[in-house]
């Protein structure tokens, strides 16, 4: 929920929010369910700030793509968190957001949220950002 971002109500989004309540299972870009009303929130508090510039920013954690070279395995995390990115830009336009306030970036494995090599590294590694700019 937005409350789960630390930012409390809707009128209290700063300038420079981020949103990172987005997370996927490995090699996914599927929404989780559960996500609806999260995105309804999110939507409502971007609906309050119409001269915003909304970017998205998709992430995946470091674990290689099976039977890929470490290179395709890169390229490919890269696209997956373009995917992620897009996903997310989708459901908020779909919501009301225009298209014209969205920019998504994918950033595969280089930008970790937290350091290491397992499981529960993996799973908060694997997620969007939602900045406003």
């Known amino acids: 929920m937005l409350s789960d971002c630390g930012l409390g109500r809707f009128k209290r989004v700063n300038p420079a929010a981020v ?5 996927f299972a490995p090699r996914k870009a599927d929404l989780e369910a559960g996500s609806e009303r999260q995105l ?24 290689p793509f099976k039977d890929a070279p470490l290179a395709d ?9 373009q995917q992620r990115a897009d996903t997310i830009a989708r459901a908020l336009n779909i919501r009301g ?14 930008e970790p949220l937290v350091a290491g090599n397992n499981p529960s590294a993996w799973a908060q590694n694997r997620r969007v950002e939602i900045k406003l700019d």
């Open 73 to 81: 395995s890169k390229r490919l995390n890269l696209e997956l968190s």
């Open 97 to 110: 957001i225009p298209m014209s306030r969205i920019k998504t970036d994918g950033h595969g494995y280089d």
């Open 19 to 23: 949103f990172r309540n987005f997370q």
């Open 40 to 63: 309804e929130e999110i939507v409502a508090a971007l609906m309050n700030l119409p001269n915003r510039l909304i970017k998205i920013e998709g992430h995946t954690d470091t674990q």
